[in-house]
């Protein structure tokens, strides 16, 4: 017995026609969304799979899989290339590489950062046994405010670890004063900053050390990588020997090192991927503009401004919600969801705010007023090249039309 999509039965010769219910309108806009293809608030950018053949073949007539192989080789070279800076020490992830950074320039004491941030900036400081100091971000770049730098100074501080937030620069000139001041190192967690221009130069030039991931979910991915951005050969190779074990050679071990190597296959994928990421991130531009025209007029809806002379890479999509919108930012978040929108609270909840590190936060947490306002108001909307104008236009026409308390429809 089996029944068609008509909603007949048939058994055997027997064929009998059973009435069916018509679907609510409730009921049709559950099944349009459960056909519907969601949409996420990113998806990493592949080549086409041929072409990453003849680099895989490359690979397995080689045998050479890891171990400063010709592929790594070869991307570390495109890549200081592309980026406009002196040295690249690839990694397989970027949190390695954060607490790699931190050992090669022998971090100790407290560290000043940021709360408003992926976890692994914070974690990295903790694996290398560095207290995590927090202090407040600027609410217009969501970055890490030097005028809150200079108070949280102690004589245990030995460095500062900002973070180009979104990809917008931090304030480089004042974080650079402050640290000559007080002689402390800086390294950047610069994880969204792929490519990003400021006054003309690569972001990455500033401070001691910067660190780059190339995880999928980032502008330009390898799969899984990351990298150091080195001022010079002397860090790289001190850096070169951490990430292998601390070996210099076949028999010396000259540090206690990690195993924090890329592999050929990631760094063959990511000479693939370079040839293609400026049209990536012009893509990823274009879908910021439209969705700044589409949203800029929607009252209690704020976009964060574009950093003056800068050239971004639109790494993500931000907005905050305001008491003027008829809802609330969880609320905008679910309603999103609903229609099979995938946004994104980030960064929710404050690091500061996380069990292992609550103890470490003293008694004046209101002086992380912007950090938890921009933690409890904004939402990362979709953003990546494949994303299509009339999706952008979909989750733009979601937010300007809302339902207030009442019930009552509010479209912008």
Not at 3 to 17: I, L, M, N, P, S
Not at 25 to 37: D, G, P, R, T, V
Not at 161 to 168: K, Q, T
Request: charged residues 20%.
């Amino acid at each position: 017995m089996k029944v068609d999509a008509y909603g007949t039965w048939h058994c055997g010769d027997r064929t009998t026609k059973v009435y069916t219910k018509p679907q609510t309108q409730q009921q049709k806009h559950s099944h349009n969304l459960a056909m519907k293809k969601p949409i996420y608030v990113t998806q990493p950018s592949l080549p086409p799979l041929e072409e990453f053949i003849p680099y895989l073949e490359k690979i397995w007539k080689s045998k050479i899989l890891t171990n400063n192989g010709p592929f790594h080789k070869q991307l570390e070279e495109a890549l200081c290339e592309y980026l406009d800076v002196e040295h690249v020490a690839l990694f397989n992830n970027g949190t390695i590489a954060l607490i790699t950074a931190l050992q090669a320039l022998k971090i100790k004491g407290e560290v000043i950062t940021t709360p408003y941030s992926f976890v692994a900036t914070a974690h990295s400081l903790v694996w290398n046994n560095i207290e995590p100091v927090f202090v407040d971000i600027d609410p217009a770049t969501c970055n890490l405010d030097p005028e809150r730098i200079e108070e949280a100074i102690t004589p245990r501080t030995t460095a500062i670890l900002p973070v180009h937030c979104y990809g917008n620069p931090c304030n480089t000139e004042r974080i650079q004063q402050i640290a000559n001041t007080h002689g402390l190192k800086v390294i950047y967690d610069a994880a969204h900053a792929f490519g990003v221009k400021h006054k003309g130069e690569s972001v990455l030039r500033h401070g001691d050390l910067s660190v780059l991931s190339f995880h999928a979910t980032k502008v330009f991915n390898t799969f899984e990588g990351g990298a150091i951005i080195c001022p010079n050969a002397e860090i790289k190779q001190r850096i070169d020997h951490l990430k292998n074990f601390g070996f210099a050679d076949e028999t010396t071990v000259m540090e206690t090192g990690i195993n924090g190597k890329m592999s050929e296959f990631n760094a063959a994928l990511g000479l693939l991927q370079l040839k293609t990421i400026d049209n990536a991130i012009k893509r990823r531009r274009q879908t910021e503009a439209r969705y700044r025209n589409a949203l800029v007029n929607i009252p209690g809806i704020t976009l964060l401004p574009d950093p003056a002379d800068t050239i971004g890479n639109a790494s993500y999509m931000p907005i905050m919600v305001n008491m003027e919108y008829p809802l609330s930012r969880d609320e905008l978040y679910q309603k999103l969801k609903d229609a099979g929108i995938n946004g994104r609270r980030y960064f929710h909840p404050l690091i500061c705010d996380l069990p292992m590190y609550s103890k470490l936060v003293d008694e004046n947490r209101t002086q992380l007023k912007s950090a938890r306002t921009a933690a409890e108001n904004i939402i990362c909307l979709p953003i990546y090249p494949s994303l299509l104008n009339k999706q952008v236009d979909e989750v733009a026409d979601l937010i300007s039309s809302a339902e207030d308390s009442t019930g009552t429809t509010k479209t912008f």
